[in-house]
């Protein structure tokens, strides 16, 4: 059974192990073994069957597992090999596993280790009975990851599993015993502290390492051999680099060896710095120094390490054997180090030491290809390139490129080049069809700059140029990319030869003959300087040119006496020679130039030649030729005239007196040949005008006769060089320059380009020297400067408006914007896209803002339901202080950080409906009173108040009340009026009109009480309470009815209106309880006591008590009343105060609820709040407003107003006044009393009314009587204007004795506003009444001009014009009058006005204008018998100011006078200086609307009056020209400018100031003693008796000053000494010395030698010795040349280096610097390496991608190989030679049979934006364009 039972065995003691290993739950190796299983060494590695004593059973092959890992089925096959399977619970079987009896391999088991590498096996089952081939059992590495370093060795922990268990009845700590050589795989432990060695098991857990420095591992017991991969059986193996299965490309093996040059200066030196990373390291240091280490991590942690005994160490986490001997040390880190090492060496002894190293160093800087870059074009073909990058191992970042190239070892990827997005462009919308950038992107090319010139004229320089790599994007423009981008085609060149034809050289003609035909003679020849063209020109060296005459002989003998001389020659031949010579030498030294021989004077015989000669120089610079003086020449000058022969005259024969022509002939009596060559005039000139050639024209003559002769008589050696000169040197005429179009302004959509276009002319051509002209003087039309370009739709792109305001004011917010994908059209316009359209990321479309914390505020909850099912109750509501911070959370915060609470935000009234009365049914559409429930406080006198039923109001006496009573769904005649339930009914105290209104003209306290208006069952009440003086409450006399009476009648019974006003008004009140009791049983006082306190409160603003006391004087003195100052000082304060009842009734509440002893404290408080309030709500409510009192302008302006009721009463101040007389009566401005007429009907024959009311004329009108009624003293006088001008009184209008106005039988001419005018000594008071033609539209008119430059505010009636300045309050009164009553409608420039604009009854009001307010404004009056429009013009005036910008004015003064001194005028005043004679610009900056009118004053008279001064007035009068400046000149000169808004003077000063010498006092003197003293007269250069630089007196005369002698005496003995001598040494330390002698210089200026003791008393004797040139004597020193392996540079050719250092002579070697002075050897050197014999092959190219179009190209491989072995090499080694292209565009030709039709629906568009000239809209717009 033992050999069946297959390869392991189960327990069945029901232990949960399976033992053989480790259990491997547990964690980073931390054994927990069940030790029962480790008691039986000897444990046979079969099975073991039955029930077994030892409770554990050993599995060789198994690691250790928990028995509910194993499934139920798997433990019973262990036990039950021969027992069958379900087939589905195993994995299938493989064709192979079936063949071979097999089962197939079960699931991988967990890991023995958890790290640091353990194995995990896998087990088969044999399915025959018999043996099956192979094993059942495999094994895989697994956990494959270092272990942290506290787990500690795995091996040790299986040692100390065993410290508790007894071995021979003791307990050890055991320790392992590594690396046995015989079984690596037994677990032998040694005891600590002893000798003892055990093998505590037969065999390691599976996964312990077999050797300490070896992956192998132990499985079963046996050592299995692991690779780098970690695969078991792998011999895989890490190269040097530490990279597995690596070829050692990742590093550089690095050796050295450092020799020491410490001395005893130097202590210490680095051997070597070895970078992280590092490997295998090994350094031996000979001799008697020693090693030590520094480091320094890549965090920058630094340290030190002393070597100072034998051992291994750990040195920043890497492991450094060190091992010392007497001799040598020797030092090995296997690393890879985890830091920088220093290695360094310590002096340690007189001898040197050497250091070998040797280590494999990581390259640290690799380049990565980068992934391909985007398509360079979306759709219809684009190209896309990969690149290359340097990537830094150790920082993981990208790095420059230069990292990558210091290593030889790196190869820079070639980019690769794709081509992308070969779909051609949709054509579903034409705007992407005429867009660029579907085209074929152009892919990057070499673009270089122009050559630089040339380094050499000629003779061979070199120039060179800056080549780049650009791309091109979809707009056209041009950018600068990476090199790497164009690689795909070879670089262009940087450099070229280049001027390399031959310098000019001189060049000699033949001889000529000798000047005799016998004897000794002369004979010259022509010597010319030629450029390489075979030109005559200039440029030779005058120190090589060869001779042009020397002597000769004539072997034939002369019968005469010899001549002394050789005889000079007078042939042409001379002449010639001499020409061409002078004509050559033009050089940059003074030469004189001859031009050419005039023609002869006469035609035969003998005549004269004339010739300019000039004296010119060659300016090397420009290379142009410039005329000097004649002096400036030296040597003799040429003759300027010579004698002729022109032939024989009319046949003679001329006779040769040799005496006679010895001038012309020189003696000479025959000609040697009788033909020769002479230059006959010159060709016409190559240039029209500004200067051409001319080249002379050579022929052969006959020298008797002067006539040509064929070219072949003539010697053609002898024939003349070439000759040219300059014509035609007049400047060209005046033509048009045009320079290149500026960059499009803009990439797309439609932009502008510009050009310079200048008329010039050519004043040189050789110079190209031109000079701009006037445009005139170009006869040409003007070529355009202006053009449009980039005429193409742009590209979708984002347009983002601006940013909304935040969306809370603090506490941090949002707030957001539009972003709209749109597109620039090619018109300009913007067409708006969907947003797919737009590639780019969208901006961002919201933010975060207000990012602060908020104050705090309450924050309150709802309001509770109301206390009573119906009628009146209260609401409550909680309040907590709440603070929102920046973040957007909010915290709750002490309440008192929060603003007081008012007690109206926690507590309010609440009005349900009014609670049922039983038997009173409610009625439907009955009648209703529009009231308003508000208390009033009058606080300043007023003439009349205007108010609406359903209110409390507490009056000043003598105010008139006039009371409304709006009723709707009922008549107004039906509308009955009670007071304190009495009827009412109209006297001549109180009028009660028609129409629901109840007048009380002068309220007196019997005025005080309940009025009652009713409509139907509909009633509403209103209170009248009067202020006396000290402003208390007047008690009013008892009226028949009680007040309480009255208003409970409006609730049905006093007992329920003691309920419903139930905020008793004893709150306020500190007396008894009756008194209480009284005051609550009056509900119409339920106020006073509130608006007592509110009188008598301190709280009110400041100005508001003061306007009561002055009040409150008015009262006690009349006249005060009268007093104009004083109704100013109250003019802007409110004249009546208002609140709504709730608002009180909040108060009475709260305070109601309040504690006995803290109501007086709460009542304070309330009432100061409520002050406050009705102050400020009245403030704001004025702001809307008219404020007539602010813009009365004149009598005729003004207009009735409507009165307010409410916040503001009438507008009008009118003082009031009895009517009585007498002679004490005060004075007082007139009044007119206004009345209410009764109603007037349009069919009344006779018309009777007051003052402002309409009068409708109806055909049936006879008459109309127009009243007025003033008052005032003295008595006032009445007037009567229609429509602002003076009534005409005629036999139909009439004046009455009462000042009425009669109209009899009126017409249409009397339509119109008239005005009553009552005018007296004190004032004036006008009021307006309108007469209409049957009920049409009237508007009340001005036709006057106004004009405001100061007042704030300005009032005009429409008709008027309105000129005024900017910020001023501008009302335009439109009042209208119409039966029924018209409407007003106001238009701005005829477009209707919005709401925004002030318009308040019928006056329009525009605050603060501006320019742009500017405008007509037109009021419409309409109605339905009618429309009538009116307007008014509004002008913005602008007074004269300072401009802010003077910029024009200045450019103005530069036009007018670019040299002359200018100033500029200001307000304060400004100063120019000048000198007598001079002329200056005064230019007066101005603004101002309309364009103010300038005038210039000169000492305050206008300057057209001035005398003396000539001046001219410029630029509309902004500039004054003072000319031929003197002393009556100078002064202030001022410009006034005007215009209707204003006036400015700006003035300046013209200071007239000559410098002149002034002779000043004597310098101090030169010298002490002696004869050389003297003192000098000082000159000063004075301006004013200021003195100034002496250049200014530059052109004065100096008065002739002469010096004075002084100090002329004998002076005191002293020291004088020589110079030094020269040093005795050049370097190293030298000496040099001096004499040093006793001397006195006597007053004659004799100096005599005296004792040396007279000079030492004075002073102490001057050294003569001292040391020089104390600075080290060094020299440039150098290694021998390294090894031939640098960069190849060329064919055969690489670099080597030495090493060049500065040391002394002693050897010592010093920094560069100290050898700076002496010339450094060179570093570097070319030299012949093998390895350079390189050059780059090529294959033939691919066949093209396309036959025909555009988007065809091919490629060819490109390869660096060696020259012999033809063999593939590094492509850097062939980077001197420009790489061969690999990439190019093929069949480049259009196809063949393609129909010509547009592809886009705009070709119109193209066609008219005349883009068909553009090639990628000509193919899109085939058809059309080829129709254009």
């Not at 073991?48 to 509910?68: H, K, M, N, P, W």
């Not at 037994?186 to 599976?206: F, M, R, Y």
């Not at 003791?1653 to 040139?1669: G, H, S």
């Amino acid at each position: 059974m033992c050999a069946d039972a297959g390869p392991g065995l189960i327990s069945s003691s029901g232990f949960d192990f399976l033992l053989s290993g480790f259990d491997p739950s547990l964690m980073s190796d931390q054994l927990s073994l069940v030790h029962h299983g480790y008691k039986v060494p000897s444990l046979a590695p079969c099975m073991v069957c039955g029930d077994q004593s030892q409770g554990a059973v050993f599995l060789r092959e198994f690691t250790l597992i928990r028995r509910e890992s194993l499934h139920e089925d798997f433990l019973s096959d262990l036990l039950n090999s021969h027992k069958t399977e379900d087939s589905s619970s195993r994995t299938a079987r493989s064709e192979e596993d079936r063949d071979g009896l097999w089962d197939a391999w079960g699931p991988w088991s967990e890991c023995s280790r958890t790290c640091g590498g353990g194995a995990s096996y896998s087990l088969r089952r044999c399915l025959s009975s018999k043996s099956c081939e192979g094993r059942n059992i495999r094994y895989r590495t697994c956990s494959n990851v270092d272990c942290p370093p506290e787990a500690g060795d795995f091996r040790a922990q299986q040692c100390s599993a065993h410290n508790d268990v007894k071995h021979h009845g003791q307990f050890y700590e055991w320790l392992p015993v590594s690396n046995d050589p015989d079984n690596p795989c037994s677990l032998k432990c040694q005891a600590k502290g002893t000798t003892l060695v055990v093998e505590l098991a037969p065999k390691v857990l599976d996964g312990t390492r077999c050797y300490t420095e070896s992956l192998d591992m132990c499985i079963s017991g046996l050592c299995q051999i692991v690779g780098c991969d970690h695969q078991l059986g792998s011999t895989v193996k890490e190269d040097n680099c530490g990279v597995c299965n690596g070829d050692g490309s990742t590093c550089r093996l690095v050796r050295g060896q450092y020799k020491s040059q410490l001395s005893a200066t130097k202590s210490d030196d680095t051997v070597v710095a070895i970078p992280y990373g590092s490997r295998h390291i090994r350094l031996v240091l000979k001799g008697p120094d020693h090693l030590y280490l520094e480091t320094k991590t890549l965090q920058g942690t630094k340290g030190e390490n002393s070597l100072s005994s034998t051992g291994t160490f750990l040195v920043d986490n890497s492991s450094v054997d060190f091992q010392k001997f007497p001799d040598k040390e020797i030092l090995r880190m296997a690393g890879p180090l985890t830091a920088d090492f220093i290695v360094k060496i310590r002096n340690s002894g007189s001898a040197d030491s050497t250091v070998q190293f040797i280590f494999y160093q990581p390259i640290i800087h690799r380049w990565r290809e980068t992934d391909f870059f985007p398509c360079s074009a979306t759709c219809g073909g684009g190209y896309q390139l990969t690149s290359a990058e340097c990537y830094d191992l150790r920082s993981n970042r990208v790095v420059a490129d230069q990292y990558c190239h210091y290593y030889p070892e790196n190869i820079k990827p070639k980019p690769k080049l794709q081509e992308c997005n070969l779909d051609p462009c949709p054509a579903s919308d034409g705007y992407k069809q005429i867009m660029p950038y579907d085209l074929y992107h152009p892919l990057p090319r070499w673009e270089a700059t122009p050559w630089t010139a040339c380094s050499s004229s000629c003779g061979g320089g070199i120039q060179s140029r800056a080549v780049s790599c650009v791309e091109e994007d979809i707009q056209g423009h041009v950018t600068s990319v990476e090199e790497w981008k164009c690689m795909y085609t070879p670089k262009m060149p940087i450099a070229q030869p280049c001027n390399i034809f031959d310098c000019p050289k001189w060049l000699a003609q033949e001889w000529s003959p000798c000047t005799v035909t016998c004897g000794q003679g002369l004979r010259y020849r022509v010597v010319l300087c030629i450029d390489h063209r075979g030109m005559h020109t200039g440029g030779c060296s005058p120190k090589t040119k060869p001779h042009i005459k020397e002597e000769c002989i004539v072997p034939t003998p002369c019968y005469k006496p010899k001549e002394k001389l050789p005889v000079e020659a007078k042939l042409p031949w001379f002449k010639q020679a001499q020409e061409l010579e002078e004509g050559a030498a033009v050089s940059e030294e003074p030469s004189f130039i001859p031009e050419a021989w005039s023609a002869c004077t006469v035609t035969c015989g003998v005549g004269t030649q004339v010739r300019i000669v000039r004296c010119q120089v060659l300016l090397s610079f420009s290379q142009s030729v410039a005329d000097l003086p004649i002096d400036e020449c030296e040597g003799p000058k040429p003759a300027s005239q010579r004698a002729c022969y022109a032939g024989p005259c009319s046949g003679e024969i001329p006779e040769f007196n040799p005496d006679e022509t010895d001038g012309l002939f020189g003696g000479l009596q025959d000609f040697d040949e009788l033909y020769d060559w002479e230059y006959e005039g010159f060709t016409k000139c190559s240039e029209s005008c500004g200067g051409g050639v001319q080249e002379a024209v050579v022929s052969c003559l006959n020298k008797q006769t002067r006539e040509p002769a064929e070219e072949n008589l003539c010697v053609t050696s002898r024939r003349p060089p070439q000759l040219l000169k300059s014509c035609n040197l007049d400047p060209c005429p005046a033509r048009w320059e045009i320079g290149k179009w500026s960059p499009c302004s803009l990439t797309c959509g439609v932009g502008l380009q510009t050009r310079d276009v200048f008329c010039s002319h050519l004043l040189s051509r050789e110079m190209n020297e031109t000079v701009i002209l006037a445009d005139e003087l170009c006869r040409q039309p003007k070529p355009s400067t202006v053009q449009a370009c980039n005429r193409f739709n742009c590209p979708p792109a984002w347009y983002p408006a601006q940013w909304q305001p935040c969306s809370r004011t603090c506490g941090g917010g949002v707030q957001k914007r539009e972003v709209l994908c749109k597109q620039r059209m090619a018109d300009g316009s913007f067409l708006e896209l969907p947003e797919t359209f737009c590639s780019a990321s969208k901006p961002a479309c919201q933010q975060a803002c207000k990012k602060d914390d908020c104050p705090s505020e309450w924050l309150l909850s709802d309001w509770t339901e109301c206390s009573t099912s119906c009628g009146e109750g209260t609401q409550t509501r909680s309040a907590i202080c709440r603070k929102m911070l920046k973040t957007g959370l909010s915290t709750v915060v002490n309440s008192t950080l929060c603003p007081p609470l008012p007690f109206s935000s926690s507590i309010r009234p609440c009005m349900l409906a009014t609670c049922a009365r039983p038997g009173r049914p409610s009625t439907k559409h009955s009648p209703h009173i529009a009231a308003a429930r508000k208390v009033y406080i009058q606080t300043r006198r007023q003439r009349k108040l205007h108010f609406v039923v359903g209110g409390f109001a507490y009056l000043l006496p003598k105010t008139a009340v006039v009371l409304r009573c709006p009723a709707r769904r009922v008549r107004k005649p039906l509308i009955t009026w009670e007071k304190d339930g009495q009827h009412l009914i109209s006297s001549t105290h109180v009028t009660v009109a028609p129409f629901g209104y109840l007048k009380i003209h002068r309220l007196k306290p019997s005025d005080a009480g309940v009025y009652t208006c009713s409509a139907g069952p509909a009633r509403e009440h209103f209170v009248i309470k009067l202020i006396g003086g000290n402003r208390k409450l007047v008690a009013r006399p008892l009226s028949p009815r009680s007040e309480e009476e009255v208003l409970a009648g409006r609730k049905g019974g006093p007992k329920e209106a003691l309920q419903t006003h139930k905020h008793q008004n004893g709150i306020f009140s500190n007396g008894s309880k009756a008194e209480k009791r009284g005051l609550a049983a009056n509900p119409g006082s339920r106020y006073d006591d509130l608006v007592s306190r509110l009188l008598e409160q301190g709280g009110w603003p400041g100005e508001l008590l003061a306007s009561w006391e002055a009040q409150d004087s008015a009262e006690r003195n009349t006249t005060s009343e009268e007093d104009p100052g004083a109704e100013q000082v109250l003019l802007h304060l409110p004249f009546t105060m208002v609140t709504e009842q709730r608002r009180l009734d909040d108060i009475l509440g709260n305070l109601s609820q309040q504690p006995e002893e803290l109501r007086d404290l709460y009542s304070k408080h309330l009432v100061a709040q409520l002050a406050q309030e009705i102050f400020r709500s009245h403030l704001e409510h004025q702001d809307t407003l008219l404020k007539p009192s602010e813009r009365r302008t004149s009598p005729v302006t003004l207009s009735p107003h409507k009165h307010v009721s409410g916040f503001s009463s009438s507008l009008r101040t009118s003082s009031t006044g009895d009517a009585g007389g007498g002679s004490r009566r005060p004075h007082r401005k007139p009044t007119i009393l206004r009345k209410i007429s009764a109603a007037q009907q349009l069919s009344a024959s006779e018309v009777v009314t007051h003052l402002g009311q309409t009068v409708a004329l109806a055909s049936g009108t006879l008459s109309v009587l127009l009243h007025c009624e003033a008052i005032g003293h003295p008595r006032p006088t009445i007037s009567w204007a229609r429509n602002g001008e003076e009534v005409q009184f005629s036999d139909r209008i009439l004046l009455q004795p009462d000042d009425s106005l009669q109209i009899l039988a009126p017409v249409e001419a009397d339509v119109g506003f008239y005005t009553c005018n009552a005018t007296n000594a004190l004032g004036y008071d006008s009021v307006s009444i309108a007469v209409t033609l049957a009920g049409k539209p009237l508007v009340k008119t001005s036709r006057m001009t106004v004009i405001n430059t100061e007042k704030p505010a300005v009032t005009v009636d429409i008709g008027s014009t309105i000129k005024t300045v900017q910020g001023v309050n501008v009302t335009i009164n439109c009042q209208v009058a119409g039966v029924p009553e018209a409407e007003v409608t106001w238009f701005r420039n005829k477009s209707k006005l919005g709401s925004p604009h002030h318009l308040h009854e019928g006056s329009l009001l525009l605050t603060n204008v501006s320019s742009s307010d500017q405008g007509l404004y037109s009021c419409r009056a309409a109605n339905l018998h009618g429309e009538l429009t009116e307007s008014t013009q509004l002008l913005i005036l602008d007074p004269p100011q300072v401009p802010t910008q003077l910029e024009d004015i200045r450019a103005l003064l530069a036009a007018t006078g670019p040299n002359l001194p200018s100033v500029l005028t200001s307000p304060l005043g400004t100063q120019l200086v000048l000198d007598p004679g001079n002329s200056a610009l005064l230019g007066c900056p101005i603004k101002g609307h309309p364009v103010p009118n300038i005038t210039w004053f000169h000492g305050g008279q206008p300057i057209v009056t001035a005398t003396g001064l000539t001046h001219h007035i410029l630029a509309a009068g902004q500039i004054l020209q003072v000319a031929n400046l003197s002393g009556g000149s100078q002064g202030e000169f001022s410009c006034l400018a005007q215009n209707e808004a204003g006036v400015l003077m700006q003035k300046a000063s013209l200071v007239i100031q000559d410098y002149w010498w002034s002779v000043d006092r004597l310098a101090t003197c030169s010298a002490s003693c002696g004869n050389r003293g003297v003192q000098q007269p000082r000159l000063r250069c004075l301006l004013n008796s200021t003195e100034v630089n002496p250049a200014h007196c530059a052109g004065k005369v100096r008065p002739a000053v002469q010096p004075i002698a002084c100090n002329r005496r004998d002076c005191p003995s002293r020291w004088m000494v020589t110079s030094w001598s020269a040093c005795t040494r050049s370097c190293g330390g030298g000496v040099q010395t001096r004499r040093v002698t006793c001397q006195k210089l006597k007053a004659s200026g004799i100096s005599t030698p005296v004792s040396n003791d007279m000079c030492t008393q004075v002073a102490k004797r001057p050294v003569d010795t001292q040391a020089c040139n104390q600075q080290l004597c060094v020299e440039w020193a150098f290694s021998s040349w390294g090894q031939c392996n640098g960069p190849c540079i060329g064919p055969h050719l690489a670099v080597q280096h030495r090493q060049v250092f500065c040391q002394t002579r002693d050897g010592i070697t010093l920094p560069s610097e100290q050898c700076s002075a002496l010339p450094r050897p060179v570093s570097t050197q070319n030299c012949w390496s093998e390895a350079c014999s390189v050059h780059w092959r090529v294959s033939l190219w691919t066949l093209c991608t396309a036959t025909c179009g555009n988007y065809g190209f091919q490629s060819r491989r490109v390869e660096c190989v060696h020259a012999r072995t033809n063999k593939a090499v590094p492509e850097h080694l062939c980077s001197w030679g420009p790489r061969p292209a690999n990439w190019q565009r093929c069949n480049i030709t259009p196809c063949e049979n393609m129909e010509c039709r547009d592809t886009t629906r705009y070709c119109e568009k193209v066609k008219q934006l005349k883009l068909c000239q553009l090639s990628q809209f000509k193919s899109r717009c085939c058809g059309t364009c080829g129709k254009a």
